[in-house]
């Protein structure tokens, strides 16, 4: 087992990749604190991952709200005394729109869940790290966030700043026994596309020709393998960088 007795928060656990970590991080021996705003979706994952033998705990959690992960990190620590690895999964969709198309309500909506959030969680989980001089933080980013062409203005800013946001705290925490690091999932069969409202024809054309180019799409699962190994001692020489995982789609530019 390459996470026992590890416990490990993973945001947007009640759906698609965050549920597929949540299963395999239960399976390797972590102690999981799924967390999601779907209180529904999160019993079936606990109860999945408890029916196989494992631990897991749901939290209700609007990664948008501060006292929410406030409250998230400490029911970590106070159901299994510490928290050793975050994951910052949590993110939905813009509506593929170019710059010119894009509101401000839309905008601060996306970025307040997809890149806020994960800013949020990091420092509430921070202090905890730092007094073991130990610690694990994973960010579901995209290859929206190196690429231009694979989504909306404000979903691709958003993702970008994850990309950079990660590789500054690994790099600021690296002497202190704390790996930062983010996924770069290509297209994933997964519910995001019922995250969108409403959807920009002009966008979702000019997104839509690279995304014929994908060599195949991928299953939750296969990012969730990509997780357990940045969350696991393997990757104890990766820090501050990101893993593309993408079947070679962002190969081609
Ligand atoms: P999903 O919709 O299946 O799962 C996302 C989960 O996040 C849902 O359970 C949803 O309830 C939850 N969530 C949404 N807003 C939330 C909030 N404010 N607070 C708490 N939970 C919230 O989608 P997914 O594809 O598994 O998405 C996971 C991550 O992967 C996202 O960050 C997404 O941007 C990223 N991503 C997805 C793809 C893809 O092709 N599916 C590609 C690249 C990156």
Redesign the pocket.
Known sequence: MKLKDKTAII?????????AMALRFAQEGAHVVA????EE?LQKVVEEITNEGGTATPVK????NQS?IDNMVDTAVKEYGTLDILVN?????DGMEPAGEITDEKWDKVF???TK?VMRATRKALPIFLEKESGVIIN?????GSNGAHAGAT?TAS?HAVVGFTKNTGWMYADKGIRCNAI?????????S??MQGASEAGLKRAGMTHGLTPR??S?DE?AKVAVFLASDESSFVNGTVITADAGWTSAF
């Open positions: 945001t947007g656990a009640a759906s698609g990749m965050g549920k967390a999601d705003l779907n979706g959690v609007n990664v948008a929410d999964n949590a993110g939905i969709m307040e869940i997809n959030g579901t980013a995209s290859t929206g979903y993702k770069a999932p290509g297209a994933v069969e997964t519910n995001i019922s995250s799409t991928g939750a990012i």
